[in-house]
């Protein structure tokens, strides 16, 4: 079994079918596989589920969508070996491998992903990035909509940013700075003032020849910060807009900037 967050709450079978959860029931799920294997107590259960808008009983409420998740479980035990919904004293555990969830599995690969880096060996990393990326089907539980669910799309979003930063690094390390390019421009859209992100852009369009795009990206950014913030970019990208303009041969390939922008 495989449940998914990122993107719609979903449930699937190995075979890949999806199990038929009512709503609130779906909400009972993501809450409890934001922390696969581990207790959540009623409280904070409750908190998730109904943060607003709480029902004039909210144990019994939570009780009853619990029993509910059990109930279409059961009405197709091959879509869910290997899962249980234990009940104990003050709580729930959802016990389930946590790599059958998605965001564990995410956060694992990342893991990976900087422990191959850190030793060296970028196409390792770029692939366990690669793979952890492709985990993204959307915004995350996007069907969701409750303060606990935009909270942890904050966190998640943050970890999707770093996550694609990081990729984008190595494959600048290594000169596949083209590749890299629809990933940057979709990251500076994004997060138009996030001054690393534009200097990896800027960097990018340099090595590929295009130093008047990398240019106007730092123009952009400038006078976006001016208009709206008050502000100009800070020393690191301005040395790079500087460097570039002097065609600085350092910025080429090996260059140590793309690691400390």
Do not use: N
């Amino acid at each position: 079994m495989e449940i998914q967050l990122l993107g719609c709450v979903e449930a699937r079978a190995r075979s890949g079918d999806k199990l038929p959860l009512p709503h609130g029931t779906k909400l009972l799920l993501a809450a409890l596989a934001w922390t696969p294997g581990a207790f959540v107590a009623d409280e904070t259960l409750i908190e998730r589920v109904w943060q607003e808008r709480r029902p004039q009983h909210p144990r019994d409420a939570l009780y009853i969508q619990a029993t509910r998740l059990r109930k279409a479980l059961r009405a197709d035990g091959q879509l869910t070996e290997g899962f249980e919904l234990i009940r104990k004293r003050g709580g729930y555990v959802l016990a389930i491998d946590e790599r059958c969830v998605d965001t564990a599995r995410f956060r694992a690969l990342v893991r990976q992903a900087q422990q191959e880096a850190r030793g060296g060996d970028t196409e390792t990393a770029l692939d366990l990035y690669a793979r952890a990326l492709e985990l993204w089907r959307g915004e995350p539980l996007s069907d969701v909509r409750t303060a606990w669910a935009e909270s942890t799309r904050v966190t998640l979003r943050r970890e999707h940013r770093e996550a694609l930063v990081g990729s984008t690094e190595l494959y600048l390390r290594v000169g596949r700075h083209e590749e890299c390019l629809p990933q940057l421009h979709w990251l500076a859209e994004m997060h138009p003032f996030d001054e690393k992100v534009t200097g990896l852009l800027m960097l990018a369009l340099h090595r590929g020849g295009r130093q008047a795009d990398a240019l106007d990206c730092f123009q952009l950014l400038r006078l976006r910060m001016i208009d709206l913030l008050g502000c100009e970019p800070g020393p690191e990208l301005r040395s790079l807009h500087e460097r570039i303009l002097a065609r600085d041969p350092r910025l080429r390939l090996g260059s140590a900037y793309a690691a400390s922008v």
